[in-house]
């Protein structure tokens, strides 16, 4: 199934029924009175977080979603059927703006919530309203309430504990494909990934998500490249994994350009806990792995784990180490609340 993480689309509530005007006639009863009914309520537009869903390339080819009507009202006081209502399904992780793109109406982050964004209009009021001991034929009735119409914006921000970011190349896909259960697209040249990928996490008991977005390169918050369009779906997650090409020669300005990036496309991104990755390791010799540890070291304070994702030399320790930074007991069908076991530091780098 294509990904798609954005879509406009138009929304319309369903119109209120006509109140009816009618007077009872019947064999035998004189001054029958009226007994118009009234209208039956438009059908309103929900929307809902669903399971099983993970994109919203429903909404690529269906663009105008509209609620059913109201009834009118009818004679002996019947009163119209109300408008069958509309629901949108949507991932969770989805947001609903304005037409603007601009203005945050509806934020889904859990399955099963559900939220109105249009009401149906009001069903009108039939002609036995108004009658009265000086009006016995009334003639006056109320039309149904107006629909509501909308252009929306559905954008949706994958829902991850962990996220991958780094450089084109860097090696995220595998080792995306190496600790979960995806399977991305892996090849040897830059913007493999070019939508997001989510991957399942086991570390014995223990489980959680990781999330894979399209490697970002200098100016990316400003639209270059792949632009900042994909940064959204890490804006959730609580910790992020950095990955390093420790094959490159000047690996403290590659870092630095990330880093860069995740500052000045906001939302906090530069704020969550990050591990550095000198990924590719199994290239190199152990002399060059500790002296590109030490360049980063005197830049950052986070922890840094040469790895190896192609080989899985310590993928297991990276995993541990993500786990430290999520919060104890995630709601997992086997999950038992454990903290990792401490990572001997000694024991990173076996190259």
Not at 189 to 197: K, V
Not at 199 to 227: K, N, Q, S, W, Y
Not at 264 to 285: F, H, Q, R, T
Request: proline share 5%.
């Amino acid at each position: 199934m294509k990904f798609l993480d954005q879509a406009k689309i138009f929304i319309l509530s369903g119109a209120g029924g006509n109140g009816c005007m009618s007077f009872r006639r019947e064999a035998f009863v004189e001054f029958g009175g009226p007994d118009g009914g009234d209208g039956g309520r438009g059908g309103h537009v929900y929307i809902k977080a669903v399971d099983g869903l993970n994109t919203l390339i429903d909404y690529r080819y269906k663009q105008h979603l509209k609620a059913k009507r109201g009834g009118h009202g009818m004679g002996k006081n019947k009163t119209g059927p109300a408008g069958e209502d509309l629901t949108i399904k949507v991932p969770p992780g989805t947001q609903v703006f304005d037409e603007t793109g601009e203005i945050l109406l509806a934020d889904l982050t859990e399955v099963g919530q559900e939220v109105i964004l249009a009401e149906g209009g009001k069903g009108g009021l039939g002609n036995t309203h108004f009658k009265s001991s000086t009006n016995r034929a009334p003639r006056k009735t109320v039309p149904g309430g107006p629909l509501t119409e909308m252009y929306i914006w559905l954008k949706l921000k994958l829902i991850a504990d962990v996220g991958l970011v780094g450089l084109p190349n860097a090696g995220k896909s595998t080792f995306l494909s190496r600790v979960s259960n995806a399977k991305p697209k892996i090849a040897d040249y830059p913007f493999t990934t070019l939508t997001p990928q989510l991957g399942l996490v086991r570390v014995g008991t223990r489980e959680f998500v990781v999330a894979d977005i399209p490697g970002m390169i200098e100016g990316a918050h400003e639209g270059v490249g792949l632009g900042d369009r994909f940064l959204g779906h890490v804006e959730r997650t609580r910790v992020l994994l950095h990955l390093i090409d420790g094959t490159e020669k000047n690996i403290v300005k590659n870092y630095k350009t990330i880093r860069n990036e995740l500052k000045n496309y906001g939302a906090d991104l530069s704020e969550k806990p990050e591990i550095l990755l000198l990924n590719k390791c199994d290239a190199l010799s152990k002399t060059e792995i500790e002296k590109k540890v030490k360049a980063l070291k005197k830049i950052t304070k986070n922890k840094i784990f040469p790895i190896s994702a192609v080989s899985g030399a310590n993928l297991k320790e990276t995993l541990n180490a993500a786990w430290d930074f999520l919060d104890i007991g995630i709601k997992t069908p086997d999950s038992t609340g454990e903290k990792a076991p401490p990572v001997d530091e000694k024991k990173w780098a076996p190259f």
